[in-house]
């Protein structure tokens, strides 16, 4: 899976792909709230995220994997 270009972009692919494909990113379209939810889950179960990068992971999730309201809402 290529992820969309764009600022976050070697964040996921570095912190979120040690642990799963990154085809589970790709899969479902989800809101930033939960955006939000599952990078602070994923960073409670050991993700190299650190807390100054969460917010940059999940702006570049919402933006480009995240529903029309959230992507209407940049």
């Known amino acids: 899976v290529t992820l969309a ?7 996921v692919e570095g912190g979120c792909a040690l642990c ?3 085809d589970r990113v790709v899969a479902t379209k989800r809101s ?15 993700s190299p995220i650190s807390g100054d990068q969460v917010g ?11 529903t029309a309201q959230t992507a209407s809402a940049k």
Do not use: C, P, R
Request: charge should be negative; aromatic fraction near 14%; proline fraction near 0%.
């Open 20 to 22: 799963h494909g990154l």
């Open 32 to 46: 930033k709230a939960e955006w939000q939810s599952i990078v602070n889950h994923m960073v409670y179960f050991g």
């Open 5 to 11: 270009d764009g600022a976050g972009k070697a964040l």
């Open 56 to 66: 940059s992971v999940v702006d570049y999730l919402a933006t480009n994997y995240g």
